[in-house]
């Protein structure tokens, strides 16, 4: 199934489902890609880049994949 952006039709990859269901609301069915975001959230990309790859590496959210 494809998922785009709720707010410019982007394509979105698994980590940006993540984080939105993390950050919003985990019960989404509609989702922002990282640059709607990041602006929803007043943040940057780099920021939200940097949480998703901390999720991955600890493992702390089952949301993501934990990375060895």
């Known amino acids: 199934m494809r998922h785009l ?3 410019c039709g982007a394509q979105l990859s698994g980590d940006e489902i993540a984080l939105h ?4 609301y ?4 509609n989702y922002m890609c990282m640059d ?3 602006e929803f959230c007043d943040t940057d990309r780099k920021r939200l880049e940097e949480l ?4 991955h590496r600890t493992g702390e959210c089952i ?5 060895e």
């Open 5 to 7: 952006c709720m707010e």
């Open 21 to 24: 269901r993390k950050l919003i």
């Open 26 to 29: 985990r019960a989404a069915v």
């Open 36 to 38: 709607c975001l990041a």
């Open 52 to 55: 998703a790859a901390y999720y």
């Open 63 to 67: 949301l993501f994949a934990k990375q």
